[in-house]
């Protein structure tokens, strides 16, 4: 990867990515037909909610470089969002054109399959980069938690086609 990311810009990527996917499945869970899919939906939201919490508590930045950090975070934070716009899971607030094209919810499935599988390649990607054990450590965790939700929702498509 070109780009070097501090440790600050991976804890905000990460969280970023998170909330995303926490507004998905929220808003997929609402819409869902199936009762089954509503549960997968609301469960991959919890997670997500869980994997934001995690990411606060395990993803740590130094104290000493908070006030460096602070005089960087605007354009820290404009540069995250520019790379996230691109998008990993769409926000139903950032990409409603995205949820209208949803009309069942093997739909809405497959969209979060392969947001899942963006964000396992973005998670291992910063990992096989990282230069610190923890953020390397932390990282490989969070990408082995999309692979478990991709196998959930994969599981589940195949029940739901057939």
Do not use: C
């Not at 990460?14 to 998905?24: I, P, Q, R, S, T």
Request: glycine share 2%.
């Amino acid at each position: 990867m070109a780009q070097e990311f501090s440790l600050y810009e991976v804890k905000q990527i990460a969280v970023n990515l998170e909330k995303d996917g926490l507004a998905f499945y929220k808003a997929m869970a609402k819409r869902a037909e199936n009762s089954r899919a509503r549960a997968i939906f609301l469960k991959l939201a919890s997670d997500e909610e869980e994997h934001i919490r995690w990411i606060e508590d395990h993803i740590k930045v130094e104290d000493i470089f908070q006030e460096q950090l602070m005089d960087a975070t605007k354009a820290a934070d404009d540069y995250i969002r520019e790379i996230v716009k691109s998008g990993v899971f769409p926000n139903p607030e950032k990409a409603p054109e995205v949820m209208q094209q949803i009309q069942k919810d093997e739909d809405g499935v497959r969209i979060a399959m392969e947001a899942e599988r963006k964000s396992t390649r973005f998670y291992d990607i910063l990992a096989r980069e990282a230069r610190e054990s923890e953020t390397k450590s932390a990282l490989l965790r969070l990408k082995d938690q999309e692979i478990e939700h991709y196998r959930l929702l994969d599981e589940f498509l195949q029940e739901i086609t057939k």
